[in-house]
């Protein structure tokens, strides 16, 4: 009935829409996009340069690690109490059994630094309710497990004091708490989810009151209709961590608007600080360009989709060091920041497969990072080589090469104005390669004829004016 009513209402707003001033076609929202285009402050434009996360899934889904009775699940780790169909009762008793001997937040922190990422985000609270902080509004916390101390207090400490960022995920979906609701059906059902939703607003107060260092939150479990259709909680949500933490960021996954649209408002207009939709998939850099207008993030799983711990990794691929990196300079190349997915063991420790991706990537980052950091869409079409990235305002381009052609020969297109002046590999400034113009805005970057085992960087010198040469359009 309320979705009928929802309609209806839609309709009516889009036929008085139409019956408006056209340029103001816009369908009123009291609940839509606050503001258009990106955020231009400080503390988005370092979200914005750092281009590099680590997301963190962690949480009692670690203990049993996809594994239950024996029996392997295949399905996400972190949803083993459904997969296997554990009573609420047997799950939350895991809480008794939280205690990561070998958790170091200074170790993680160290590896992070070394891979090059430049914020954290960490599952304050998943799906299934923990907390991993000693949160007042509920006693499943990490306090009453014989762990005790406060997680995200040692690790904010912890990667803060590696200039690393931390923002927090949190889960509005709690499987734990007796008023969440997936729908509301009943006014029961209404009164019940009123109170879920007072409880979710004070722990999010809490999270942004307590630990006054977080630069932003990360939400999720937002897709049920209980939430959708709660457009003005999520716009008071926003408004009051926005209030208690000036310059906070929030992804496009909290806000509803009026209609229950999420993501993007019912005028098309993004709401939230960046575009938090992709997830195990990047843009297409030619049917997806337009996403270079917003800010935006992919998160990505190393396996094919596990976040939290899985005992066992050989049921699906395992991406390799080299797609991850690639990825990762794909998303610099369309303006969007990458956010890798680590899911720690319940004793605390990472696997060998994520300290050696995290090895591979740092290593690279180490010599190259600067087409990452601080780096953007660079306004130019994407070549078959691999990608281009560029340093705001800088007059060097910078070329990422996967897939050195056997020719030896990189095309560049420029966009009309630009002339290539010099190019050379980022660890050989001095021995310049050969650049030659073409065609009109075409030009070609001669590479030494060997094998390369790395994608190869490098940097091009250009400057405003026109092609050297007149070159005849064909007469077809
Ligand atoms: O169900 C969650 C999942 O466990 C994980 O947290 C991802 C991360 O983006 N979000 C949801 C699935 O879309």
């Known amino acids: 009935m309320k979705k009928l009513m929802i309609t209806v209402a839609l309709l009516g707003a889009m036929f008085q829409a139409g019956a408006q001033d056209a340029k103001t076609s816009a369908i009123p929202l009291k609940y839509g996009a606050q503001y258009t285009g990106k955020r231009t402050d400080d503390a988005m434009n370092k979200w914005r340069s ?12 670690a203990i049993p690690g996809g594994i239950w009775k024996g029996k392997t699940y295949n399905y996400a780790a972190e949803f083993l109490k459904s997969s296997a169909h554990i009573p609420d009762a047997t799950w939350d ?10 958790f170091d937040a200074k170790e993680w922190a160290k590896m992070a630094k070394r891979m090059g990422v430049k914020y954290m985000t960490i599952t304050t609270k998943h799906h299934e309710g923990f907390c991993l902080w000693p949160s007042r509004y509920t006693d499943f916390n990490v306090s009453n497990t014989p762990y005790k101390k406060d997680i995200l207090k040692q690790l904010i400490e912890a990667y803060n004091a590696e200039g690393i960022d931390v923002n927090f995920y949190y889960s509005v979906l709690d499987w734990h708490h007796p008023d969440w609701r997936d729908d509301i059906k009943t006014p029961e059902d209404s009164v019940a989810f009123s109170r879920y939703l007072s409880f979710a607003y004070n722990q999010l107060k809490e999270l942004a009151t307590n630990y006054p260092t977080v630069k932003a939150f990360w ?34 996954r909290l806000r509803a608007d009026d209609y229950g649209k999420r993501h993007k408002d019912s005028n098309g207009q993004l709401m939230g600080d960046y575009e938090s939709g992709y997830e195990r998939r990047l843009p297409n850099p030619v049917t997806d360009i337009a996403v270079t207008k917003w800010d935006w993030e992919a998160c990505m799983t190393i396996p094919e989709n596990q976040w939290g711990y899985h005992k066992d990794w050989t049921i699906s691929h395992v991406k390799s060091p080299l797609e991850l990196l690639e990825m990762l300079v794909h998303s610099t190349s369309m303006g969007g920041n990458f956010l890798l997915n680590f899911g720690p063991s319940g004793e605390g420790t990472f696997r060998k497969q994520e300290l050696d ?12 990072g600067n087409v990452i950091w601080d780096c953007d869409y660079a306004g130019m079409q ?27 020969l990189l095309k560049v297109n420029t966009p009309k104005g630009m002339v290539l002046d010099k ?26 004829i060997k094998l390369y085992t790395s994608p190869q960087v490098i940097i091009v010198d ?6 050297k040469g007149s070159y005849q359009k064909a007469k077809t």
Do not use: C
């Open 357 to 368: 991706i995290a090895s591979y990537i740092g290593n690279w980052m180490g010599k190259y």
């Open 93 to 102: 008793s895991l809480m008794y059994q939280f205690n990561p001997v070998k």
């Open 423 to 448: 190019a050379a590999f980022m660890d050989a400034a001095g021995k310049p390669l050969s650049v030659e113009e073409i065609a009109a805005n075409q030009y070609l970057v001669h590479l030494p």
């Open 50 to 61: 750092n281009r590099f996360g680590q997301f963190i899934h962690w949480g009692l889904y």
């Open 462 to 467: 250009y400057h405003e004016g026109s092609s």
């Open 382 to 408: 994407k070549e078959d080589w691999g990608y281009y990235t560029r340093k705001k305002g800088a007059s060097q381009l910078n070329m990422v090469v996967f897939n050195v052609p056997v020719s030896g």
């Open 219 to 252: 939400f999720d479990g937002t897709w049920d209709s209980s939430v959708r259709f709660n457009g003005k909680w999520t716009y008071e949500v926003e408004k009051m961590l926005k209030e208690v933490r000036p310059g906070v960021i929030v992804n496009s």
